[in-house]
């Protein structure tokens, strides 16, 4: 069932940085803003054991997990570099009263 999650204010989501933000069940998500839109995805990388929030770097709408230089698209989670090949988890994101929420 969904359950919709609070994760932080609007406002500490910035243009190329990468926030990380906890989940209810111990894991992390990665926040971005891309062209003014917030966008969560699981924190981590799908090929190891890297935090994005962490080791990688955001570029426009596509974040380098500096491990193995591996990439996805942050709006969809595609992989869009290799090693990278399986997607990552992403999560709708509504803004409500400045504070960002995802549906888990
Ligand atoms: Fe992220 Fe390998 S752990 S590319």
Do not use: W
């Amino acid at each position: 069932m969904a359950e919709t999650v609070i994760l932080c204010s609007a406002d500490e989501v910035v243009e190329g940085e990468i926030k990380q933000a906890p989940l209810p069940d111990g894991t992390n998500v990665a926040l971005y803003r891309v062209a003014g839109t917030i966008y969560a995805t699981a924190d981590m990388c799908t090929h190891g054991e890297a935090s994005l929030s962490e080791e990688g770097l955001i570029n426009g709408k596509i974040v380098e997990c500096t491990f193995h230089f591996g990439t996805f698209d942050v709006t969809t989670g595609e992989p869009t570099g290799m090693p990278c090949e399986i997607p990552l988890k992403t999560y709708p994101v509504t803004v409500a009263d400045g504070k960002v929420q995802i549906e888990v």
